[in-house]
């Protein structure tokens, strides 16, 4: 067995279990106790767990929305920033696209309307009405239904009714986590997971913002897989570990 392989078989008992022992893992890999704790220690680096005496326990943790979008646009700005750069040269002239509801879009936006792009842009996020002026080449369509201040956007059953009306060729979709044992992408709302779910059905291509701290990260619904998406954008190389093991998903990391 390969080292990634070893490392991801203890990430799964660690989802599975919440615990794992060093002295177990030895004999079911038939590899020295020393060479386990230093898989342990590798993945304690990489913040995918947490070493305890004679093993180690799960770090990974469920996040709400505690928070408006406004907060969250607040935090992390320079890491967003690079994400949405990346984003937007995927973005080409006459493009129908689909952001939804998150601080990552709420950045591309700022660049699509200061660069003034020829596209079509459909979306739930509400917050970003005020970025518009009269002299905008973009065409923008909104998608209304209930809105929710955590989310910044329109959700729900009648948001879900009206984007299935429409289609796009690309959609760029926030998250809350990313769960690589797994490959479960997730956000903190059920009505939020249902909408996004949506956006993702009417777009020929979908793409994931993501910080890298959100490999570490779970939201508690889960709304689609990582193997669903065409690449994933974040702000930085991933690490090792999760470079590994974004590869048995056949996915693109920008």
Do not use: W
């Not at 889960?222 to 065409?230: A, T």
């Amino acid at each position: 067995m390969f080292i990634e392989e070893r490392h991801k078989h203890i990430l799964d008992l660690l989802d599975r279990d919440g615990k794992v022992l060093v002295k177990n893992l030895s004999e079911q890999f038939q590899v020295s106790e020393s060479m386990i704790r230093k898989d342990l220690q590798f993945l304690e680096k990489n913040n995918l767990l947490q070493r305890t005496y004679g093993g180690a326990i799960n770090i990974k943790r469920t996040i709400a929305y505690p928070e408006t979008l406004f907060k969250r646009v607040e935090k992390d700005t320079n890491l967003k920033e690079i994400i949405a750069k990346k984003a937007y040269a995927l973005i080409n002239d006459n493009d129908t696209i689909f952001l939804d509801a998150s601080s990552i879009s709420y950045f591309l936006t700022k660049s699509l309307i200061q660069n003034n792009k020829d596209i079509t842009l459909i979306t739930n996020m509400v917050e970003i009405s005020s970025l518009l002026h009269v002299d905008l080449k973009m065409k923008v369509i909104f998608i209304g239904g209930d809105y929710n201040a955590f989310v910044g956007g329109n959700i729900g059953f009648h948001s879900i009714e009206q984007i299935k009306l429409y289609s796009c060729n690309k959609a760029f979709i926030g998250c809350s986590g990313i769960n690589l044992t797994n490959g479960a992408v997730s956000t903190g709302l059920s009505e939020d997971a249902g909408t996004k779910k949506t956006i993702m059905s009417i777009s020929k291509e979908l793409y994931l913002m993501a910080p890298n701290e959100r490999f570490n990260l779970d939201g508690i619904f889960n709304f689609s897989n990582v193997s669903d998406f065409h690449s994933i954008i974040t702000e930085a190389k991933p690490s090792d570990t999760v470079t590994n093991l974004l590869k048995q998903y056949n996915i693109n990391v920008k």
